[in-house]
């Protein structure tokens, strides 16, 4: 089979063999574009013939085919498998064929020497086991344990073992992921043997590897392969511990590997953080990887079963020892200071990268773990499962273990003190950030990509309202006395009153009775926004974000001074109204304006600049998420104009009131028009934005009215593609595209009608 040769007949003149299949996978994985189409296409017809896939697997096993042509055997299996696996499905794989491919996959997986066709092997064997288990292959599992087992002698091939953890930790994730109860149950069933070989397995490697880097020894290679082994035990473990038991306090063998795993974290984590210096560096990351797998582990459990972890042994002093964790990291997370330019690099701007990043993950696994116990306190999850006695008493208890362990109201009170002193701080990566992507440290700031659990301070920021809201009673004093010291105008600690505002901000709905707002509004803010001292740009994009939070939940505010500091903040003239100040101001206008006690009167002095600096933000900003989020401030904007106006036809026609309603918008529909019309073509595919855009257009033709007919030539291209039955974009753009069609048509007089026309023929299809 070494050799190779090209295809010279296409599709269905080949039959189907062993050498020529060879041939077609040879040219199929060379370098020639040509070879590569017409062996891509044979083996495409070769899809749905008796044979192919068992015949695919004959050639991945030989370990003297090349690496490419073996890689491309068992990607076309694995992608056949979910093709063609299941007994329903057209031309599904006979089942001869598929008992040979079961038969070799786990012995080819144990002795394959390249990993990336392990792992390929591995992920096409848990499909398969998906699908058969338990019914068509009831001893899966077992097999792939007894298979683990003999790998794992003392006179065992190193690399036998490490294939048969990758195999079954391909498994056990397919498996644990299964919606259907009978494959969980089956799991559950085999849960126990799997822990038992795994665990012996697991504690075996990590004492000869933490021996080894205790005390010495001359097999260094040795070791590298128990790290390496046991991590991959521990990352099946992590999975088993969480699909294999519905009440894991109520396993012997569980509770006592929960025991080691809580002796193992403080073990490593001192191995990681005290001896990183004699440690190679290829090590301590390996045994950083063993302290996140069990982080993961101890979260994922206390959400999945909370009532199973609180009661499981020694979790109480768990969840106390990440809280020192967090504690501790919590002393050097935030930035103490800025430099005097403003928001440059300080003195210690590489600190955060030079820090150990372990102690940031476990930390923010901290918090996660905090969270996850105030909810299942205040907040427990739902479930539609019969519960036996046993169960509702398991879950009291839990409940006021945490209440009378953990969550005390003396730690409620330290926790916020910690949170808000500590994790609201930006560090210095935050003001290098801000200054060198401003665009995109806004949009992670303002949680735009829902990746909250994955960083510190948003993290907090969620714990904080947890407590806040649970703890009303004994953290709203605290947290207003703190406040009363820090918002006045001779603290010019900016890095503190922003932490301290933020927290106010996100207590809105608590404080709302408790905190007089509008003095604070009127006497502070209202002077504070007015500032120009180095950095005040963190307390203005602060500001702009308070007030997006206070006027939705507090009425009668000042709201013509909310007004008057929007206009400040989108000021670009103003030096320190930097992007992000501009971006945030922008985004949280909209906040301000929907409230129901919104009254357009108010605004109407400050409409017009206002109007003029957001659709210049909107021409100035590159991230199309961003102008997607200002888009819609001038769509609320537009639209609270529109039923201004809309309130006042009832008026005789050519009354003041209508006339200035609508010369609000017009002098600037035509800017607006001009940001929109080049935006719609750069947004491409992003429909979202398109929708935006369909959506705006429509809300400024009916406040413009009669103004609208200078915008047809414009409008009704964008119309004709967006509804036209051959167009990939109806799907998407169909309805925004038909509210503007007929608001186009509500606001033309018959005599102007004839630019419309050409939509006309577009109707009869869409009725059909």
Not at 57 to 65: A, E, G, K, M, P
Not at 602 to 625: D, G, K, S, W, Y
């Amino acid at each position: 089979m070494a050799m190779s040769y090209a295809i010279e007949v296409s599709g269905e003149a080949n039959p189907l063999s062993l050498p020529i299949l060879y041939r077609t996978l040879t040219a199929a994985a060379s370098s020639d574009p040509q070879q590569i189409k017409s062996g891509a296409q044979q083996l495409q017809n070769w899809e749905k013939q008796s044979g192919y896939y068992s015949s695919l697997q004959s050639i991945f096993v030989d370990v003297s085919v090349p690496v490419e042509v073996r890689h491309l055997c068992i990607i076309q299996l694995k992608n056949g498998i979910d093709k063609y696996w299941r007994k329903t499905a057209p031309n599904a794989i006979k089942k001869e064929e598929k008992d040979l491919i079961r038969s070799r996959s786990v012995e080819s997986g144990t002795n394959e020497p390249d990993h990336r066709l392990a792992l390929q092997n591995a992920l096409m064997l848990a499909k398969v086991i998906r699908y058969e288990y338990p019914l068509e292959w009831p001893d899966a599992v077992s097999s792939i344990v007894s298979n683990l087992r003999q790998a794992s002698q003392p006179d065992g091939n190193p690399l036998r073992l490490t294939r048969a953890l990758l195999i079954l930790l391909e498994v056990i994730k397919e498996l644990s992921t299964a919606r259907i109860q009978r494959t969980r149950t089956s799991l559950q069933a085999a849960s126990l043997e799997v822990l038992q070989v795994l665990g012996k397995i697991y504690l075996d490697k990590v004492q000869a590897w933490m021996t080894f880097f205790h005390q010495g020894g001359i097999d260094e290679g040795g070791a590298i392969n128990s790290v390496e082994q046991s991590l991959l035990a521990l990352r099946v473990l992590r999975r088993l511990l969480i699909a294999g038991w519905d009440t894991p306090n109520r396993s012997n063998e569980v509770k006592e590997f929960w025991n080691i795993l809580s002796i193992h974290l403080k073990d490593m984590l001192l191995m990681a953080l005290q001896e990183s210096s004699s440690l190679h560096e290829n090590v301590r990351r390996l045994v950083e990887k063993h302290l996140r797998q069990i982080a993961k582990l101890h979260v994922n459990l206390a959400k999945a079963h909370p009532s199973g972890f609180v009661l499981l042994p020694s979790s109480v002093e768990l969840v106390s020892t990440y809280w020192s964790i967090v504690h501790q990291f919590g002393e050097t997370y935030g930035s103490r200071s800025f430099t005097a330019s403003g928001l440059g690099i300080g003195q210690s701007g590489d600190d955060i990268d030079q820090s150990i990043p372990i102690t940031e993950y476990l930390s923010l696994r901290g918090l996660l773990l905090l969270r996850a116990c105030v909810k299942m306190v205040f907040n427990p999850a739902q479930t539609f499962k019969y519960q036996q006695a046993q169960d509702k008493e398991e879950k009291a208890q839990s409940r006021q273990i945490i209440k009378e362990s953990i969550l005390t109201e003396g730690f409620a009170q330290a926790a916020m003190q910690t949170l808000v002193s500590r994790f609201f701080v930006f560090t210095q990566r935050d003001l290098r950030d801000w200054v060198d992507q401003p665009e995109e440290w806004e949009r992670r700031e303002e949680g735009e990509d829902d990746t909250w659990e994955f960083s510190i301070r948003p993290c907090a920021e969620k714990l904080f309202i947890e407590l806040v809201l649970n703890y009303k009673e004994q953290l709203v004093q605290p947290l207003l006395s703190v406040f009363r010291n820090v918002a006045n105008l001779q603290n010019k600690d900016i890095l503190q009153k922003d932490s301290v505002y933020g927290a106010i901000g996100l207590a809105a709905s608590v404080l709302e009775e408790k905190l007089d707002f509008d003095l604070f509004l009127r006497n502070t803010l209202g002077q504070e926004a007015q500032t120009d001292q180095p950095g005040c740009g963190i307390l203005k994009r602060r500001i702009a974000i308070i007030l997006g939070q206070w006027l939705p939940v507090k009425d009668g505010l000042d709201r013509p001074l909310v007004y008057q500091i929007f206009q400040h903040l989108l000021d670009k003239n103003i030096p320190s109204n930097d992007l992000v100040v501009r971006i945030t101001a922008g985004k949280q206008l909209k906040n301000v304006i929907v409230p129901f006690d919104f009254r357009f009167e108010q605004f109407e002095p400050f409409a017009t600049t206002i109007l003029h600096r957001l659709v210049a933000l909107i021409e100035e900003v590159e991230l199309n998420e961003t102008k997607l989020a200002l888009l819609n401030t001038l769509l609320v904007l537009i639209q609270s104009v529109e039923e201004k106006v809309e309130a006042n036809l009832q008026l005789p026609k050519g009354d003041i009131h209508l006339e200035a309603d609508v010369d609000q918008i017009a002098p600037f529909a035509d800017q607006i028009i001009s940001v929109l019309a080049p935006l719609w073509e750069q947004a491409g595919t992003e429909f979202l934005l398109k929708q935006s855009i369909l959506g705006i257009l429509s809300s400024l033709i009916s406040a413009v009215r009669d103004e609208s007919r200078k915008y047809h030539a414009l409008l009704i291209p964008l119309i004709d593609n967006s509804v036209d039955v051959n167009s990939e974009t109806r799907v998407y753009m169909l309805e925004d595209a038909l509210d503007l069609w007929v608001n186009i048509l509500q606001q033309t007089p018959p005599t102007a009608v004839s630019g419309v026309i050409p939509l006309v023929p577009h109707l009869l299809p869409m009725l059909e």
